[in-house]
Nanobody, 126 residues
Framework: EVLLEESGGGSVQAGGSLRLSCRGY????????MGWFRQAPGMEREGVAT????????YYAESVKGRFTISQDNAKKTVFLQMNNLKPEDAAMYYC???????????????????WGNGTLVTISS
């Protein structure tokens, strides 16, 4: 169910940075985990990062470790994805999602998600 709203996407040069935000339309945040996955045209969905809402533990795809940081502001009911040193292969539609466990977010598995957004587009110019 679409309950989340992403923002912050845009066009940036390789090596640049973007900060994505995700907030809930109807905040219940009953999900144990919040995170991001992405999908480029013609490609499979790829999990990017996930955060344990209660404990703050984070999980990252190998392809973004050291460059992306997921964080949350529970008071504002918002999840963030700071993306630094962006590469052309990072270009994709980025989706925010919530789930009871990590795996559905890191697989971009719609059926395992509690909530998701319509996505925000990130384009990278080299």
């Amino acid at each position: 169910e679409v309950l989340l709203e992403e923002s912050g996407g845009g066009s940036v040069q390789a090596g640049g940075s973007l900060r994505l935000s995700c907030r809930g339309y109807k905040y219940d945040y009953s999900s144990n985990f919040m995170g991001w996955f992405r999908q480029a045209p013609g490609m499979e969905r790829e999990g990017v990062a996930t955060i344990d809402v209660a404990g703050g533990t984070t999980y990252y795809a190998e392809s973004v470790k050291g460059r992306f940081t997921i964080s949350q502001d529970n008071a504002k009911k918002t999840v963030f994805l700071q993306m630094n040193n962006l590469k052309p292969e990072d270009a994709a539609m980025y989706y925010c999602a919530g789930a009871q466990v990590v795996a559905p977010i890191m697989r971009g598995d719609w059926y395992g998600l509690d909530s998701w957004g319509n996505g925000t587009l990130v384009t990278i110019s080299s």
